[in-house]
């Protein structure tokens, strides 16, 4: 019998170890509370496997829409660009036709 007590009072002494390890390790002083976390850490880390997914799925469509924005900003570079070389090629062709006006006038 005495045996049977020294091994209670010993596995005892194991599990108050192991509950202030708990304690320390999460915060919570409540055994009420932490049965309860315990018994809910699936919920919580099904909800946050969720957010991990939802946050995927926005950072996808954000990634899309960049890479998006970047090819429009792309070819509005090069319409700006190709604009800028009419306009100047527009720009020499006008002193062109008023030289040969001005010849013209000076000929006459």
Known sequence: MRKKMEKEMEN?????????????????????????????REQTYSDLLQNVNDSDKKVDILKKDNEMLRNRLHDLKIDSEANAAAAQ????????????????GSIA
Do not use: C, P, W, Y
């Not at 002494?13 to 018994?39: H, N, P, Y």
């Not at 090629?89 to 006006?101: S, V």
């Open 12 to 40: 005892s002494k194991e599990i108050d170890q192991a509950f202030k390890e708990i304690k320390t390790a999460t915060g919570v002083t409540d055994v009420q509370e932490l049965v309860k976390r315990f018994l809910t």
């Open 89 to 104: 090629e527009n720009d020499g062709a006008q002193f062109k036709d008023e030289d040969i006006l001005e010849m013209q």
